[in-house]
Nanobody, 121 residues
Framework: QVQLVESGGGLVQAGGSLRLSCAAS????????MGWFRQAPGKEREFVAA????????FSGDSVKGRFTISRDNAKNTVYLQMNSLKPEDTAVYYC??????????????WGQGTQVTVSS
């Protein structure tokens, strides 16, 4: 079992930055690839970024490439999402998820409760 708690959301102006954090507990953190997803009102959940258990490989959705960076600190059991050059269309609830495997297998077994990010124009 893995428990995930997101933090760092808030209100920011367009062009600004935020860093989200996701603290994990319950099992050896490095055994799970981790991901970030988002869901805006009335829209489907969207993949944002993922990182393998070792942190060596990262993956990003097309809408955030070049602006968002995922990273992790296995010593702190935490995964981060650095969001730069934010746009109003980035407004959503952001969720952290843990993959069943250490590689990016897209089998998301565990989810956090979400943190709201609002970007004003």
């Amino acid at each position: 079992q893995v428990q995930l708690v997101e933090s760092g959301g808030g209100l920011v102006q367009a062009g600004g930055s935020l860093r989200l954090s996701c603290a994990a507990s319950g099992r050896t953190f490095s055994t799970n690839a981790m991901g970030w997803f988002r869901q805006a009102p009335g829209k489907e959940r969207e993949f944002v970024a993922a990182i393998t258990g070792s942190g060596r490989n990262t993956f990003s959705g097309d809408s955030v490439k070049g602006r968002f960076t995922i990273s992790r600190d296995n010593a702190k059991n935490t995964v981060y999402l650095q969001m730069n050059s934010l746009k109003p269309e980035d407004t959503a609830v952001y969720y952290c998820a843990a993959d069943r495997n250490s590689w990016y297998s897209k089998t998301w077994d565990y989810w956090g409760q979400g943190t709201q990010v609002t970007v004003s124009s």
